[in-house]
């Protein structure tokens, strides 16, 4: 389940399940939108992107689906596993600015 | 190709101190950044460098110097430590603007400011 406070957005999925981390953006006006994973540990790593004309797109085992009306931008994750686990996060794009989202911690259940 | 390099990985100081943290990149990329990372917080931008010989302001400046003499490094100054600069520092790059593009991450330094 999920829980928000002073710690990040927490999300337990089986392993093989997939998995949905969703993403609030704050400006309509941002055109470009970016999906980064970060390990423990580690820098952050990109994932995949998605371009404001754009609704729809995925990638190998993953898919980013972008709602303009709502500001609203969701990764999915099929077959989850265990190397899924980290922290993921969305990033907006507005006039060159970056605009990074605090995240949301996935940890996979074998 | 190694990416981005951070060094060092640790570090603790003392209030008052002051170090220079190193970041290099061997994509020949124009565009580097820093961020502070702080527990449950997005990345916060500190400066950024469009090039060799430029640089600019971010979101949380205060407290931190940059330089940009060669492309390939861009490593950022705190003059006098203070509790309140205690986090992770990740340096990024990429080779141009940020409208189509994402960028790439060094694997961070993290500072305790005792």
């Known amino acids: 389940g999920e829980s928000v406070g002073l710690h990040l957005p927490t999300l337990s999925v089986q392993e093989g399940d997939n998995s949905i981390i969703n993403c609030a953006y704050s400006n309509s006006a941002s055109d470009y939108f970016i999906w980064y994973k970060q390990e423990s540990g580690k820098g952050p790593q990109f994932i995949i992107d998605?371009?404001?004309?754009?609704d729809k797109r995925q990638g190998q085992r993953v898919t980013v689906l972008l709602n303009k009306t709502v500001k609203h931008l969701s990764l999915q994750i099929a077959a989850t596993q265990p190397g899924d686990s980290a922290v993921y996060f969305c990033a907006e794009t507005v006039n060159d600015k970056v605009i990074f989202g605090p995240g949301t911690s996935l940890s996979v259940i074998p | 190709n190694a990416g981005v390099t951070q060094t060092p990985k640790f570090r603790i100081l003392k209030i008052g101190q002051s170090m220079t943290l190193q970041c290099t990149q061997d994509m020949n990329h124009n565009y580097m950044y820093w961020y502070r990372q702080d527990p449950g917080m997005g990345l916060k931008l500190i400066y950024y460098?469009?090039?060799?010989?430029?640089?600019d302001k971010g979101e949380v400046p205060n407290g931190y110097n940059v330089s940009r003499s060669t492309t390939e490094d861009f490593p950022l100054r705190l003059e006098l430590a203070a509790p309140s600069q205690t986090s992770v520092y990740f340096c990024?790059?990429?080779?141009?603007?940020?409208?189509?593009?994402?960028?790439?991450f060094g694997d961070g330094t993290r500072l305790s400011i005792l």
């Open positions: 998605i371009r404001s004309n754009m």
């Open positions: 460098s469009v090039g060799a010989g430029i640089t």
């Open positions: 990024a790059s990429s080779r141009t603007s940020l409208s189509n593009q994402p960028q790439h």
